[in-house]
């Protein structure tokens, strides 16, 4: 479960429906174990001029609570022209390479384009330079 509606919307979902019940008062204990702290970036005026031009990922965890299919980690790739973003469950960081690769080639076979540039933290997962000079053949 990635989250639940408003009471807003339940109010609203509950006056078209009367028979459903629900307590506005409850709380449920995953909105606090999900609780994450947020880190502000600086602003950027640079922006890329086309799609797929600049990426950048990240892995983020371990988190403390595993999902139901036993993940603990998260990759996560932002293109920097759109802002669309996909997120990738990983059950190890070792699984980061092979994803990343399969988006690559993703991106060149449904869009017909080249990522011309990754942005990452410089973690040596992300160290794929044997795999980058085979693409560029």
Not at 18 to 27: D, G, Q, T
């Amino acid at each position: 479960m990635l989250g639940h509606v408003s009471n807003k919307f339940l109010d609203v979902i509950k006056n078209k429906f009367p028979f459903v019940k629900y307590n506005k008062y409850f709380i449920f204990d995953i909105c606090h174990f999900a609780k994450q702290k947020n880190f502000h970036f600086l602003f950027s005026a640079s922006k890329s001029k086309k799609y797929f031009y600049l990426i950048y990922v990240d892995v983020w965890g371990p988190y403390s609570l595993s999902s139901i299919h036993v993940h603990k980690y998260f990759l996560t790739i932002v293109d920097d022209y759109s802002r669309y973003t996909w997120v990738f469950p990983l059950k190890q960081k070792s699984e980061v390479v092979k994803i990343l690769e399969n988006f690559v080639v993703f991106i060149q076979t449904q869009f017909e384009t080249t990522i011309k540039v990754i942005r990452s933290d410089n973690v040596t997962r992300f160290f794929m330079s044997n795999f980058f000079l085979s693409i560029n053949e």
